[in-house]
């Protein structure tokens, strides 16, 4: 008999981007399936263990029978835990109402790029930046509009540059810090000159603090308490990274009044909710205690010390030491190979993953990017196999 084979995909597809780091720790997970050893520092998410007293509390409301639908929105218990959360670390009063709960950040990035833009709108967003948001906009039909951050002011953005690039069609203006690829942290000063340029706009803004509670030198400081800001800000945070939960998929965000509705009708279109048990764990880890996650910070500021340093040390690399996150986004101009083939080959030839900085905008051709969410002994040892290898070329 014959058949038609199934054909065609969306147009749209062509738009859409994807996270590299997911295809490289494909790539390290087979060869370590054929007996190789490889560093892992291509991926995003802490090492550690999520702290006990969150996975009991997961374990309890399993028991309870909190494996049902609930609300698209987020169970108000922990909608009102996260708005105290933002009141201790933001310091600015957000109603429960407008807190929403996500199956992680991600989700809020895609959703509220589609709820905001039409076709031909411009939405800034950091270059190097998260490779969501870039293909979050394209996805939209919306313009992409690279806000450049640059090396040697610690990627910091330069304030004439992004005035220049703010539009009547700018429609979102999309900020992180830390920031993922560089851990690059933006000043009070740097966030209030952002806040006085976009408050004469019309544009929305998100900002993705993710990395909110992992900074090792300076303040952290939140756009929202800006002036003009809170009525405009989606500001976003989540259990993934300083929890050690990227696994259970929970984010959550203080968002602007008009967009309550459109973002809770796009989970409901697509997720349906959170589950319930996680959101319980969330609440558990929101209130709980903080000596695990304080203690993660602290060993991730001394690995910090062991890959800038190590480095730093390498022929022909330079790596400024970042203020925030787990990332470095290490400036390898100086080795004989373009950035990209040498990301390729250590991950091949020298058993240590990275990613090539391009993975996250063209502006990191020179850069890779490391994340050190990995033991001391094993960053000694990722430093040791890339000299081996540069020193060889
Ligand atoms: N935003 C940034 C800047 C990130 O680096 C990541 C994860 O790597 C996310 C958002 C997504 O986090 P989540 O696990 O909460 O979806």
């Not at 319980?280 to 709980?288: D, N, P, Q």
Request: with cysteine.
């Amino acid at each position: 008999m014959r058949t038609t084979a199934p054909g065609g995909l969306a147009a749209s597809l062509a738009r859409l981007g994807t996270e590299t780091a997911f295809s490289v720790l494909a790539r390290a997970k087979e060869l370590e399936r054929a007996g190789r050893s490889v560093i892992h520092l291509e991926i995003g998410e802490p090492d550690f263990d999520t702290p006990l007293h969150v996975r009991e509390a997961a374990w309890k409301a399993l028991q309870a029978g909190q494996t049902h639908y609930c609300a698209s929105a987020g169970l108000p218990e922990l909608r009102e835990t996260a708005a105290g959360y933002f009141r201790r670390t933001r310091g600015f009063d957000v109603p429960a109402e407008r807190v929403l709960v996500g199956t992680g950040a991600k989700p809020f990035l895609f959703f509220t790029v589609l709820a905001v833009a039409n076709p031909g709108d411009e939405i800034i967003y950091p270059d190097p930046g998260f490779p969501i948001y870039e293909s979050a906009i394209r996805f939209a039909g919306a313009t992409p509009v690279p806000l450049p951050l640059h090396e040697n002011r610690d990627f910091a953005f330069d304030r004439d540059e992004l005035e220049a690039l703010l539009s009547p069609r700018t429609k979102l203006v999309i900020l992180n810090s830390p920031h993922n690829p560089t851990g690059g942290v933006l000043s009070a000063e740097e966030i209030a000159a952002a806040g006085r340029l976009i408050a004469d706009t019309g544009a929305w803004v998100l900002s993705d603090e993710v990395y909110s509670q992992m900074i090792y030198d300076g303040e952290f400081a939140s756009i929202v308490t800006e002036p003009g800001m809170f009525d405009r800000t989606i500001m976003l945070d989540g259990c993934s990274k300083t929890y050690a939960m990227t696994g259970w998929r929970c984010g959550f965000a203080a968002v602007p009044e008009p967009l309550v509705d459109p973002l809770v009708r796009f989970f409901t279109n697509s997720t349906s909710c959170v589950p319930p048990f996680v959101q319980h764990a969330a609440i558990a880890a929101l209130e709980g205690p903080t000596d695990e996650p304080l203690a993660m910070v602290e060993e991730f500021r001394r690995r910090r010390t062991v890959v800038v340093d190590g480095l730093n040390s390498l022929p022909g690399v330079s790596c400024r030491t970042p203020a925030g996150a787990f990332y470095v986004f290490p400036n390898v101009a100086g080795v004989p190979l373009p950035a990209a083939e040498l990301a390729a080959r250590l991950l091949e030839e020298a058993g240590v993953a990275v990613l090539a900085g391009t993975a996250f905008g063209e502006i990191g051709r020179d850069n890779l990017r490391l994340s050190y969410a990995n033991s001391q002994e094993n960053l000694r040892e990722a430093i040791m196999r890339m000299r081996t290898f540069i020193e060889q070329l």
